[in-house]
């Protein structure tokens, strides 16, 4: 693992002493649209009272430099304020000035300016060199690979300055073979290199480019391609996760068992990185599967309150107000508000 910054540290430190006792709240950010057009931290507190004690972010504007994504900055710029305790320029709890919400930050991948990160429409794939078993450096494919890394790293290295940790998950859900970086091949996989090896490689490529060209020594890396076959060299990620939404699993103790395996030594910290359906704390503690957080996926309706399908925080589609007000506010879950001052954790 990398040598982490100071406040990264303890960040990770809070994580790994929380893990089986209490569970982290989280909310995913619209990257689609701006804050002030879809607030989910707002739509939260509405339901709740609470505010989550995570807010996910996306560099999926990367490509773009038109207003108000700007290349992904409105993404930086928001995360900001969310480490400063504020939301739309306004802090939460102003009783509290020591306060900083959690960052994370996925990617879908719009490679080299593409408009699309889903296999199917999208022809890019990760370069491979069939001789040598590895990426292939001489490709096109990789220079913009390495093209768009460069631009990532310039943004997260915003939050670098700041000593801003970012629970960093890239090439997330991979096995699924849906995003391009997990795309399935055609050709014989023994002799070909299967889609894994691939992964594994542009997986470890990122983190070496990240962590030892780019000195981003401010993200935890966050793996969740949910097949144990795609792990990548366990130095290169802290802690595993899954991302489940109710349509595809049975059983959410099964699930985290999953989760906690895909680790070979099984020691990883082990979070429910992307979900639709709030998980129930009390059962979690009784099938002891505390995850280290949950992260709800955000809405696609505007309209305040709207039930929808699309909409996986509001309304009763996914969550009933019942659930949600138990959880965010259930002593096993951590909401803003209960978080400590993650600058002055520990941090040994």
């Not at 990264?8 to 430190?13: E, P, T, V």
């Not at 430099?65 to 306004?90: C, D």
């Not at 290295?157 to 096995?175: F, G, S, T, Y």
């Amino acid at each position: 693992m990398n040598d982490l910054s100071p406040n990264a540290k303890r960040l990770f430190n809070f994580i790994k002493d929380e893990y089986g006792k209490r569970i982290i709240s989280g909310q995913m950010d619209t990257s689609w649209t701006t804050n002030a057009k879809m607030d989910m931290i707002s739509r939260v507190y509405s339901d709740t009272g609470k505010y989550s004690a995570l807010k996910g972010f996306d560099l999926m504007q990367l490509p773009y430099n038109q207003k108000p994504f700007n290349g992904g900055m409105e993404q930086i710029e928001e995360a900001i304020e969310w480490w400063e305790g504020k939301n739309n320029g306004v802090y939460l709890l102003p009783e509290n000035p020591d306060l900083h919400g959690i960052v994370t930050f996925c990617w879908h991948w719009r490679v080299g300016g593409a408009k699309a990160f889903y296999t199917d429409k999208t022809d890019f794939r990760v370069p491979w060199n069939n001789t040598e078993k590895k990426l292939d450096t001489k490709s096109a494919a990789y220079k913009t690979i390495t093209e768009d890394l460069d631009k990532a790293a310039s943004l997260l290295n915003i939050l670098k300055e700041k000593d801003i940790p970012v629970l960093w998950r890239p090439l997330h859900e991979a096995a699924g073979g849906w995003f391009w970086w997990g795309a399935p091949i055609s050709e014989d996989q023994e002799e070909r290199g299967s889609s894994s090896d691939r992964y594994a490689a542009l997986w470890e490529f990122m983190y070496d480019y990240f962590t030892n060209e780019k000195k981003l020594n401010n993200l935890i890396w966050v793996w969740s391609a949910e097949d144990s076959g795609w792990y990548p060299d366990p130095s290169t990620v802290d802690i595993t996760g899954v991302d489940l939404y109710t349509m595809n699993y049975k059983s959410l103790k099964d699930e985290y068992e999953r989760a906690v395996s895909m680790s070979p030594s099984r020691d990883r910290v082990t979070a429910l990185c992307e979900n639709d359906r709030l998980p129930d704390p009390d059962e979690c503690k009784k099938e002891n599967m505390m995850w280290s957080w949950f992260m709800t996926w955000n809405d696609m309706r505007f309209t305040p309150g709207e039930t929808h399908k699309d909409n996986f925080w509001t309304g009763e589609y996914h969550n009933p107000q019942a659930r949600k007000e138990k959880v965010y506010n259930h002593p096993l879950v951590i909401t803003l508000d209960k978080l400590p001052d993650l600058t002055n954790y520990r941090i040994s």
